[in-house]
């Protein structure tokens, strides 16, 4: 069978839109009074709540809505916004004819024409993405909780046989707080449902245990978002600075302090750097140590594990001072943002 061209139609034409609403069945199209009363029902409207027209032109479209929603009035609500400001969007879950629930989005608009006065609806059914949006919270919180208790065994496992080897106290506390730097890193990615963090949040939280040094410590930076690996990285590098400042740096003496920075930077093909710096003053002249510490072997071995990143480690007789390199961009973000790259490579 040959297709004939289609022929020009007007967009105004009645006969459009009654096929739009005839075939638009994922969608409910009905038309109201200003009090809510149904006064047309699209056959989208019919599949989607189960309501034939014939049984609910006439009826408050509050049916449509639970009871909890009813008593809160949620559905005077729309009705009052939408005749003030010409529309009103809702997402909620409705009720359909046998009693169960879908979720939709819908718009409701104020019709002036002179011939046409009314209220119109347009929902679309959005059950599907929202059962299985439900269903990865309740996964991801399902995860959160084993992480979690996992993280305190962990701990609870390493308090108890570190003391019974009689390993010194100091020892045992310099892992309880690496463990406890780790689990408020994972904290702060639970809150973000592990989409990654914000740096000033991690520089806060890894700061806490530290709070009587607030005065001391400073910091300042662009907003910046961090991939679930590098929030935990740079939580641990931060605790590992911090720690040696007390212990070693500048926070060891009445007028040390500490100065953090970072900066944002993109690159010619589009990839997004951080330069991070830890900078100490007023603390006891620094020399050069004999061996790598823990926290010195943990900054070079994280960092250059992230994408090219990597920290320098400069021992200036003024104060310690930390520089850390971070690619936010992958190697195939950077391609693709590349335009000068040669598709071919």
């Not at 991801?140 to 080897?165: D, F, K, M, P, Y």
């Not at 400073?218 to 212990?247: C, I, W, Y």
């Not at 520089?323 to 190697?331: A, D, E, G």
């Amino acid at each position: 069978m040959t297709l004939q061209p289609p022929r020009r139609i007007d967009i105004r034409d009645n006969r459009l839109a009654a096929a739009i609403i005839e075939h638009a069945v994922e969608y409910a199209i009905l038309t109201m009074e200003f009090d809510g009363t149904i006064t047309s029902w699209s056959p989208g409207a019919e599949r989607m709540t189960g309501y034939a027209e014939a049984e609910i032109v006439g009826s408050n479209f509050s049916l449509l809505f639970t009871p909890s929603d009813r008593s809160a009035g949620e559905d005077k609500i729309e009705l009052a916004t939408t005749l003030r400001d010409g529309r009103a969007e809702d997402s909620r879950w409705h009720v359909s004819k046998n009693g169960g629930r879908f979720w939709a989005n819908g718009m409701t608009m104020l019709m002036r024409d002179p011939d046409l006065t009314c209220l119109l609806k347009v929902m679309r059914d959005e059950t599907p993405a929202k059962r299985a949006d439900e269903q990865r919270v309740l996964l991801l919180n399902e995860l959160n909780h084993r992480i979690n208790n996992t993280l305190a065994t962990v701990q609870s496992i390493a308090e108890q046989t570190l003391r019974g080897r009689e390993v010194s106290s100091e020892t045992r506390g310099d892992l309880a707080g690496r463990l406890l730097t780790l689990s408020e890193a994972h904290r702060v990615l639970v809150d973000e449902n592990w989409a990654g963090a914000d740096l000033h949040t991690i520089v806060r939280k890894a700061l806490a245990p530290h709070a009587g040094e607030e005065s001391r410590i400073v910091f300042d930076g662009p907003d910046v978002r961090l991939s679930p690996p590098q929030a935990v990285s740079m939580a641990l590098a931060l605790h590992e600075l911090a720690t040696n400042a007390l212990k070693y740096g500048s926070l060891t003496t009445p007028d040390g302090s500490v100065r953090i920075d970072w900066n944002l930077a993109h690159d010619g093909a589009g990839g997004r750097h951080l330069t991070f710096l830890w900078e100490e003053h007023g603390g006891p002249a620094v020399a050069i140590p004999t061996r790598r510490g823990f926290g010195t072997r943990l900054l070079a071995r994280t960092f250059a594990e992230e994408n090219g990143g990597r920290a320098e480690v400069q021992y200036n007789p003024s104060g310690l001072r930390c520089l850390i390199h971070l690619p936010l961009s992958t190697r195939e973000e950077a391609l693709v943002l590349d335009l000068s790259a040669d598709p071919g490579q």
